[in-house]
Every structure is written in C-alpha cells, then in structure tokens.
C-alpha cells in the first residue's frame, strides 16, 4: 500500500501539483479514496492530520451525489456497448454480491460497509450499491457520508501510528 501510494504521490508531486491536492485527487479516486488519502497525507506528506482528514473527506465525498443520481443511467448506456458491457456486467454482479448486508440490517448494513475500511468498501462501493439496490438518495447520501467520516477516522488513527513508528 505505501508503495502505491508513494508512486502516485511522487508522480503527482513531479508535476508540480501542491501536496493538498495530491491528497485530494488521490481520495477522489475509486478503491483509493480517503483510505489512502490520508495515508499519504499523514505518513508520506506528513501533513497535520486535521487538515488532510478535511482535505480527504472532502475528495472522497465529492463524487458520491453523481454515483447515486448518474450511475444507473450510465451503466443502461455502457451495456449496449460491445466489449465495454461485459466488465459493466461483472462490477454490477460484484457488487450486488455485498447486498446481503444492506439486506439483513438495512440502511445501517450501508452504514458498516462504508465505515469499516476493507479492501472493497468504502464510498464508491456504497453509492453504487445503494443505486443497484433503489435506495433512498438522500438517505443514502447521509449514511455514505458519515460511513466516509468513520472510515477517515479509522485511516487518521492508523496513520499516526504508522507515521510515528516509521518518522519517531
């Protein structure tokens, strides 16, 4: 993980893109998101921690209105595409797989998932899941984001051990 994140970082740094929205670009992205956003804010950039957590949540937030308003439109639009359907088919299969959580405890099964930084959660997931599954946009727009908050919460925690084990 420190290594993906150091390259992106690196690469990014290189362009002359200032330290705030390496971080910030980075929580943006899908499966980095605020996880490794603040990773890199915290232990490579060695940014205060407060700031890279607002900075991160801010990224990994962003996106999530247009997955939950856009994403079942896009993805009707992608499956009439040759070549292009088939991955389509298999992020919806894999991702309707983790409904079995949103099932068994409702909008507080969306709320966990988004919260507990594994491999595989995280805000992209939730919003894309709740789309898949009809949710309430609104609703599920606030617990993605307090899942977000938890999570960059954990990651923040994290951070600082690592940071201080690895810097003193």
């Known amino acids: ?50 700031e890279g957590f607002i900075i991160s949540f801010i990224g990994n937030i962003l996106p999530i209105p247009f997955i939950l308003l856009l994403i079942n439109q896009i993805f009707e639009l992608l499956k009439k595409i040759p070549y292009v359907n088939k991955p389509i088919y298999w992020l919806e299969e894999k991702t309707l797989k ?22 595989g959660t995280g805000g992209w997931t939730g919003a894309l899941l709740a789309s898949l599954l009809h949710l309430d946009r609104k609703k599920s727009f606030g617990i993605i984001a307090i899942g977000v908050f938890i999570a960059g919460l954990i990651i923040t925690v994290l951070s600082l051990v690592v940071g201080m084990a690895v810097f003193g």
């Open 1 to 50: 993980m420190q290594e993906v994140c150091r390259t992106i970082q690196e690469f990014l740094t290189a362009h002359g893109i200032p330290d705030w929205l390496v971080v910030f670009i980075i929580s943006l992205c899908p499966i980095l998101e605020c996880r490794l956003g603040m990773f890199t804010a915290i232990v490579l950039l060695e940014m205060n921690p407060f």
């Open 98 to 119: 983790k409904k079995d959580k949103i099932d068994k405890y409702g909008i507080w099964g969306l709320l966990f998932f988004v919260a507990i930084p594994l491999p």
